[in-house]
T-cell receptor
Framework: GAGVSQSPRYKVAKRGQDVALRCDPI?????LFWYQQALGQGPEFLTY????????KSGLPSDRFFAERPEGSVSTLKIQRTQQEDSAVYLC?????????????FGSGTRLTVV | ELKVEQNPLFLSMQEGKNYTIYCNYS?????LYWYRQDPGKSLESLFV?????AVKQEGRLMASLDTKARLSTLHITAAVHDLSATYFC??????????FGGGTRLMVKP
C-alpha cells in the first residue's frame, strides 16, 4: 500500500482483556518497528523485525507483550491481560532496509485505552 | 545507553519570529532525525541528517547536525500558524531502533 496501515484506529479494553493490534507495512519494506507513545511523551521502542525475524525485543515492557510477523509482512502486537498502564498510542513504522537514509514511515497508530 | 534530550519542551511564539529547538544526544549516533506530529496524528518525517555539519532546509525549517557536540538544531524562520505542532528529534546508534526526545510543543500565535 501507499503507507503504513494500522488497525484498529481506537481500542477500548477492559482491564484483564487481551488485545491484538495490526500493522500492515509498506509493501517490500524489510524492517518493521513497534513503538509505544504515552500521552505527552516521545515514542519508546518496543520491538524490531527484519522480515519475519524478531531481532530485538528489548523494549517490550513485560511478558504480557508479544509481537509476531510470521510471513515477513503484516505484524501483530498482542497484549495479554491488559493493565491501565498499557494505555497509550501504539505506533508501527517500516523501513525499506536497515536504518534507511530516508527514515522510517510511521502509521497513524492505535490508541489503546484500558478501563 | 543512548539518551536524547530536547529543549525547550514547550514554545509559544508569535508569527514572524525566529526560534531554535535544541536536541542533545548522549552517545555516538549514526543519524539524526526530525519529525513533526500534529495532535492525534502520526509522525511525519521532516529531515534525516547523516553526517557532521549536515544542514537541510525545507521552507521555514532548517536542521543542522554537529556530531562532535552531539547536538542538532531545528531553526524556525518567520514562524507561521501552520507550523504549530510537536517536533521530535530521534537518534539511532549501532542498533536499528530510534531513540526519541521528549518533544517540543510549538504554538505559533497570530
Amino acid at each position: 500500500g501507499a503507507g503504513v496501515s494500522q488497525s484498529p484506529r481506537y481500542k477500548v479494553a477492559k482491564r484483564g482483556q487481551d488485545v491484538a493490534l495490526r500493522c500492515d507495512p509498506i509493501s517490500g519494506h524489510v524492517s518493521l518497528f513497534w513503538y509505544q507513545q504515552a500521552l505527552g511523551q516521545g515514542p519508546e521502542f518496543l520491538t524490531y523485525f527484519q522480515n519475519e525475524a524478531q531481532l530485538d525485543k528489548s523494549g517490550l515492557p513485560s511478558d504480557r507483550f508479544f509481537a509476531e510477523r510470521p510471513e515477513g509482512s503484516v505484524s501483530t502486537l498482542k497484549i495479554q491481560r491488559t493493565q491501565q498502564e498499557d494505555s497509550a498510542v501504539y505506533l508501527c513504522a517500516s523501513s525499506l532496509g536497515g536504518p534507511g537514509t530516508s527514515g522510517y514511515t510511521f502509521g497513524s497508530g492505535t490508541r489503546l485505552t484500558v478501563v | 545507553e543512548l539518551k536524547v534530550e530536547q529543549n525547550p519542551l514547550f514554545l509559544s511564539m508569535q508569527e514572524g519570529k525566529n526560534y531554535t529547538i535544541y536536541c542533545n544526544y548522549s552517545t555516538t549516533s549514526d543519524r539524526l532525525y526530525w519529525y513533526r506530529q500534529d495532535p492525534g496524528k502520526s509522525l511525519e518525517s521532516l529531515f534525516v541528517l547523516l553526517s557532521n555539519g549536515a544542514v537541510k532546509q525545507e521552507g521555514r525549517l532548517m536542521a543542522s547536525l554537529d556530531t562532535k557536540a552531539r547536538l542538532s538544531t531545528l531553526h524556525i524562520t518567520a514562524a507561521v500558524h501552520d507550523l504549530s505542532a510537536t517536533y521530535f528529534c530521534a537518534a539511532n546508534n549501532a542498533g536499528n531502533m530510534l531513540t526519541f526526545g521528549g518533544g517540543t510543543r510549538l504554538m505559533v500565535k497570530p
